[in-house]
């Protein structure tokens, strides 16, 4: 469940009323968010262009490069993302502007009343009510990011997007996107490129990255039975470092771009991923200029953010990731590879506690394990003998040896929101 708190007691009332809700054991299909669209006037078919994004990792990222660039060159910009870091409103991005607190009261009381006897999740409710607000105020495009899989995720309404794109995969969240179907693949990462291809779309184009044979072979089955014009990296378009920037190319010319000020060597891949969403669709124009001022713009929460200065953290180097999978590992392992660092991880249950110290595992100075706020978490134990406790981020760092070594603070998103509120770094 994703909790939710507003100061606003008006936006609380309905937060509570979102809490409340549950999904009926098995519940598979998009049958109740159609449903709850359809008393609701249908506002899924009335979007501006739509960037649909699915993906393991990455997919967030991706969004964040779209709509920077796209609010670069002048573009109103309507997004949902999950999960919310720290406010709700996070999810709810207006013409650029996270939806306000007064109208969110509003929205979610309207499409809380009506789904009341449909039994609508807390994230299908949350889609209907972003789509009623992008349905209703002018923009020139939506970014809209999956939440899980694809296939049954409640964006998957969305009917005739300018285009989509599928990012990095990996294995996440098995219990959902795993469970045993007949007809679908056997292999695991072929099953979720099943899943995340589920969002492509009779005869509108897809981008995707590389994947293995399997995968791969499950995205273009995807394009083929819906006529869908596939671009895939390293056959019809790349993107790679260089120089310090980002060199772009496909059918149409070659790009010379900016790093991106996200850091980690993968976000070159998503910011890579969504220039060729901009460059393989032609219903909304973007200029060269706005994509080299998009990728400087872009920022991201709790992807492997560097945290400020400040009375959580004092004068020490602090890094906050949300990743938890091992694909997340992976990217953090690579980042830190050669440098010694403390680790300071609060984990669900429901997530391996190998996915980060395996990879992180020959740079770790210390292990300290905190609980995630609200949520069923891994206690200390579970990650090895050498594993400390503390009952949270703040007694955490505190315990630590002022020996210069940075620290990473990672493990779940739920965490991360907590780690922003306390360091003072909201979203915006």
């Keep these: 469940m994703d909790f939710a708190t507003s100061a606003d007691p008006a936006v609380q009332r309905q937060l509570d009323r979102l809490a409340a809700l549950s ?8 049958g109740t968010i159609r449903a709850l669209l359809e008393r609701l006037g249908n506002p899924h078919l009335r979007l501006p262009p739509v960037f649909h994004v699915a993906g393991t990792n990455g997919k ?11 609010e670069a060159d002048g573009k109103r910009v309507h997004a949902t993302t999950s999960p919310h870091l720290v406010r709700y409103n996070e999810r709810i991005r207006v013409a650029g502007r996270l939806i306000e607190d007064a ?15 449909l039994a609508p999740s807390f994230f299908e ?34 009917e005739d997007p300018a285009i989509c794109g599928i990012a990095a995969l990996g294995i996440d969240h098995e219990r959902f996107l795993l469970a045993p179907e007949e007809g679908v693949p056997s292999e695991p990462l072929a099953r979720i490129a099943f899943e995340k291809a589920g969002i492509v779309k009779p005869g509108r184009p897809v981008v995707a990255l590389s994947y293995p044979e399997g995968a791969f072979l499950e995205v273009e089955r995807a394009a083929m039975a819906a006529g869908a014009p596939l671009a895939v990296k390293g056959r019809d378009w790349d993107g790679s470092a260089e120089l310090a920037g980002l060199h772009y190319r496909d059918r149409h010319g070659e790009l010379a771009l900016p790093a991106p ?57 602090v890094w906050l990731d949300g990743g938890h999978n091992p694909s997340a590992g992976a990217m953090l392992g690579a980042h830190f590879a050669g440098q010694r660092l403390h680790l300071i991880v609060g984990m669900l249950e429901a997530k391996d506690p190998k996915a980060l110290t395996d990879p992180l595992g020959d740079n770790l100075a210390s292990l300290t394990v905190v609980p995630v706020p609200g949520h069923d978490y891994h206690p200390a134990e579970i990650f090895g003998p050498d594993a400390q406790s503390a009952p949270d981020v703040p007694a955490a760092l505190a315990a630590l040896p002022d020996n210069g070594l940075p620290v990473l603070i990672a493990g779940s998103l739920y965490l991360a929101g907590t780690v922003l509120q306390l360091a003072g770094e909201l979203p915006d």
């Design 261 to 317: 000020t996200l850091p980690g060597p993968h976000q070159i891949e998503n910011a890579a991923l969504a220039i060729a969403m901009l460059r393989h669709q032609d219903v909304v124009s973007v200029s060269r200029e706005a994509m080299a001022e998009g990728i400087r713009a872009t920022r991201w929460p709790a992807r492997l953010q560097r945290l400020a200065p400040s009375r959580l953290t004092g004068n020490r180097e």
């Design 103 to 117: 109208r969110l009261a509003e929205l979610l009381a309207e499409v809380l009343d009506a789904g009341e006897e």
């Design 60 to 70: 967030g990222s991706t969004c964040a490069f779209l709509r920077a660039t796209l």
């Design 23 to 30: 999904v009926p054991q098995g519940r598979l299909g998009l």
């Design 125 to 158: 409710v949350t889609i209907a009510a972003a789509f009623v607000e992008f349905a209703g105020v002018p923009a020139d495009a939506c970014v809209i990011e999956v939440g899980l899989g694809g296939r049954f995720d409640a964006t998957n309404v969305i």
